[in-house]
């Protein structure tokens, strides 16, 4: 059974910085584009960021410039290092992972899997 697992959220003052990381455990064949979003109370989840498994980035308009997202191909972890933080940055942030898995002898299946969500909190 494939997991992930979020870490790292907690609160912080505004202008601060936070890092947040997803591990992915279980039968694991292989683990094609990773990604963080977030919702916020009283609003729709939203991308942050993607990450393929070749290392090519994408963000949001928001995240641009103060947020970056990376993997650890070997440790089947992606991190998110967040700077300059905002009270409009608080929400709960999900990893995201198109991930495809062992489930027999010579049988693989591919399932979007999400982590259970780590809260970040930016409040002074």
């Known amino acids: 059974q494939v997991q992930l697992v979020e870490s790292g959220g907690g609160l912080v003052q505004p202008g601060g910085s936070l890092r947040l990381s997803c591990a992915a455990s279980?039968?694991?064949?292989?683990?094609?584009?990773m990604g963080w979003y977030r919702q916020a109370p009283g609003k729709e989840r939203e991308l942050v960021a993607t990450i393929s498994r070749t290392y090519v980035t994408n963000y949001a308009e928001f995240a641009k410039g103060r947020f970056t997202i990376s993997r650890d191909n070997v440790k089947n972890t992606v991190y998110l290092q967040m700077n300059s933080l905002k009270p409009e940055d608080t929400a709960v942030y999900y990893c995201n992972g198109g991930i495809t898995e062992t489930i027999g002898s010579g049988i693989r299946r591919w399932s979007d899997y999400w982590g259970q969500g780590t809260q970040v909190t930016v409040s002074s």
């Open positions: 279980g039968n694991i064949f292989s683990i094609n584009a």
